[in-house]
Nanobody
Framework: QVQLVESGGGLVQAGGSLTLSCQVS????????LGWYRQTPGKPRDLVAT???????NYADSVKGRFSVAGDFVKKRTILEMNSLKPEDTALYYC?????????WGQGTQVTVSS
């Protein structure tokens, strides 16, 4: 099993920036994708951004140009840099890994953007 521990969430004003970090531990061999999802109450968990071991990344349309995902597949860490934050970015943000075809998420870190 893998363990994912997120950090860096908090309260920020609209237009501000925040950086989330995630450290993966446990059974970490075979991880080929790292990234982030988010969820608001009553809605499904949605992709924010992920990056593959080969370096290809994908982003939700709503965050393109504002967020940037990075992944260190040696240290098994991922970072999400969030800029120009909007109130609609408020959500519980989950660290994500894909390992041997299986997906796993962390416990989540809350990001709240005030208007």
């Amino acid at each position: 099993q893998v363990q994912l521990v997120e950090s860096g969430g908090g309260l920020v004003q609209a237009g501000g920036s925040l950086t989330l970090s995630c450290q993966v531990s446990g059974s970490i061999d075979g991880i080929n994708r790292l990234g982030w999802y988010r969820q608001t109450p009553g809605k499904p968990r949605d992709l924010v951004a992920t990056i593959s071991q080969g370096g290809s990344s994908n982003y939700a349309d709503s965050v393109k140009g504002r967020f940037s995902v990075a992944g260190d597949f040696v240290k098994k860490r991922t970072i999400l840099e969030m800029n120009s934050l909007k109130p609609e970015d408020t959500a519980l943000y989950y660290c994500y890994v894909r390992r041997r075809g299986l997906d796993a998420w962390g416990q989540g870190t809350q990001v709240t953007v005030s208007s």
